[in-house]
């Protein structure tokens, strides 16, 4: 039944009814998280210096972590289980008939989407009592199940509305394996009798896929009809739920669960931008960068019925939490793929603060091709970066270094030209919003300006040619925690493709740098006189690109374009 209470007049009810009967949250006064930036790897291991980020941890015992890198949001959870609960439905015989028993351990996140009504993203009033609907907007749901759906890589990614709960678009993972009396299994495995598997896939390309990301105990197999006249043992288990591919926005948070020693460590992982339905309706919250986002987390420990956990029980004795959290995200970063230094060349990093009250303060981290530190000679007093209009005052190199602008001001933060020629690539991290713009000051050729490079997954440059003349640089960036690979296609000036005017550049390792003319990225291909375009794919995720047309007394930026 739709509530039509006010959230104020809940609240009042919440107070007045559980106040004294909640247990305080552990950490009452820490119920913020603030993401870091990287890249962690989903294995459903916490591995040391990983995740990075504060943390909270809930009255029980769920402790969170959150992190974000150019593309992707992730949240870790770790909380204490005495044993791993992974056989919902299980059908078990006792020699004469088969029955069902067993559950499976899940963790929920509700997330508020932003909307302005009156739940937010609290549990107790988008939930409980007594239907999961709230009272305006809408909320994002996370619902991570042992059985169903972490052996296929993913949490159940969900959405509550005024109707009530309502499934992404897509499928979802883990069928009933029951037949049509309720007496019996429909399907066994292939090996059975006497497999004993804990999961059943639906075909051979869910088996195939089975367990993306190692961590799922227990053996799988790919489902056959149940024959009623095979010979079971007394004690032989059959799966209770077929698992299947999950598919569309239904799948959109992926994940990696693991148990070990008695503590359960999930991993998460969703793309920055939310997904919208068929309908165009919002289903997923976005992560509003240099924002916050409110959440609610509860625990299900071996249970079935949502009216027997914690929360539904009043919380009382058994420990539910009402707290709401949040998560603070960090600012855009800058990306400059291009940053040089010495034997003529000069980069001017100009940084400019739009707030007219906030400070803000970052860092800039200058690193080479193979995505190290690379050090570059800039001018400093003391260690804080101050505008320079003259000469360069002589400075240690550094590849890392604080700034802070002012409200409203700029700061400008120039290199030396020192020494031999040094190139690589730049990343402001404010703490703020910024906008930047990298000035090139090559001898002989001009002055350049370069602004901040977008991370695409692919994307369009102009190109052109002329032997002994004008020529076209690239730079790249890999913004990604992680390898990537390029595949260049070289188009002629109607976008048909060139003779042997393709090449794939693989593994452009984390932070790594790539800065190449077009007759060096395409060696094979005829580019005297050339005038066209090249087309830039990225696989395994984005990288930040410059393009710069250069020849004698030239050097001029050209637009780097998005690709669909």
Request: aromatic letters at 8%; a negative charge.
């Amino acid at each position: 039944m739709k509530r039509t209470f006010t959230l104020l007049a809940f609240t009042v009810f919440l107070i007045i009814g559980f106040a004294l009967l909640v247990p305080t949250p552990i950490n009452a006064q820490n119920t913020t998280i603030t993401a870091t930036i990287g890249t962690p790897t989903l294995d459903g291991v916490e591995s040391p210096g990983e995740w990075t980020s504060s943390s909270i941890t809930t009255s029980r015992g769920v402790t969170i972590k959150s992190m974000v890198d150019v593309g992707n949001f992730y949240v870790l959870a770790t909380w204490p289980d005495l044993a791993a609960s992974v056989t919902k439905d299980q059908w078990t015989f006792d020699g004469t008939s088969w029955s069902q028993s067993g559950d499976e351990d899940r963790v929920m996140f509700v997330w508020d989407m932003g909307f302005s009504g009156t739940d937010g993203a609290s549990c107790q009033a988008a939930c409980h009592p007594p239907d999961m609907s709230t009272n305006e907007g809408r909320v994002d749901v996370w619902h991570w199940k042992s059985t169903r759906f972490n052996p296929m890589g993913h949490a159940d990614d969900k959405h509550w509305d005024t109707a009530g709960r309502q499934s992404d678009n897509g499928s979802g993972s883990g069928d009933s394996n029951k037949n049509e009396a309720g007496d019996a299994p429909k399907y066994m495995s292939n090996g059975d009798p006497g497999a004993n598997v804990t999961f059943l896939t639906d075909s051979q390309a869910v088996q195939d896929a089975f367990d993306p990301f190692n961590v799922q105990p227990g053996s799988a197999d790919v489902k056959v009809d149940f024959n009623p006249a095979a010979t079971f043992s007394a004690g032989a288990t059959i799966p209770g739920r077929i698992l299947k591919q999950v598919t569309g926005n239904r799948g959109s948070a992926q994940s990696a669960g693991k148990w070990v020693d008695g503590m359960w460590t999930v991993e998460f992982r969703r793309k920055l931008s939310g997904e919208l339905g068929t309908d165009g309706g919002t289903q997923d919250f976005t992560i509003p960068r240099n924002g916050s986002v409110q959440f609610t987390n509860e625990i299900f420990d071996d249970l079935a019925a949502h009216s027997a956990h914690a929360f539904s029980q009043a919380g009382l004795s058994a420990g539910a939490d009402f707290t709401v959290w949040t998560i603070d995200f960090p600012a855009e970063r800058l990306f400059f793929s291009q940053f040089g230094n010495g034997t003529g060349l000069t980069s001017a990093a100009v940084l400019t603060n739009p707030s007219a009250t906030n400070t803000v303060a970052g860092t800039v981290d200058i690193s080479d091709d193979s995505g190290l530190p690379l050090p570059i000679g800039v001018a400093a007093v003391e260690g804080d970066m101050v505008p320079l209009d003259g000469a360069i005052l002589p400075l240690q190199a550094v590849s890392s270094f604080n700034f802070s602008v002012a409200p409203l001001a700029s700061v400008t933060i120039v290199t030396d030209g020192q020494g031999d020629l040094a190139v690589g690539s730049a990343v402001v991290s404010p703490d703020g919003d910024l906008g930047g713009v990298i000035r090139f000051n090559l001898s002989g050729f001009g002055i350049a300006g370069v602004g901040a490079s977008q991370p695409l997954s692919g994307f369009v440059i102009p190109v052109r040619r002329q032997l002994g003349g004008i020529n076209t640089g690239i730079a790249v960036y890999n913004a990604e925690g992680q390898a990537v690979t390029l595949n260049l296609t070289l188009r002629d000036a109607l976008g048909a493709e060139v003779p042997n005017g393709t090449n794939t550049i693989a593994n452009l390792v984390a932070n790594g740098h790539l800065a190449q003319f077009i007759d060096g990225l395409l060696p094979d291909a005829a580019t005297d006189d050339f005038e066209g375009t090249l087309e830039v794919r990225v696989t395994g995720g984005k990288v930040a690109a410059t393009a710069i047309e250069q020849g004698a007394g030239l050097l001029t930026t050209l637009p780097v374009t998005a690709l669909p």
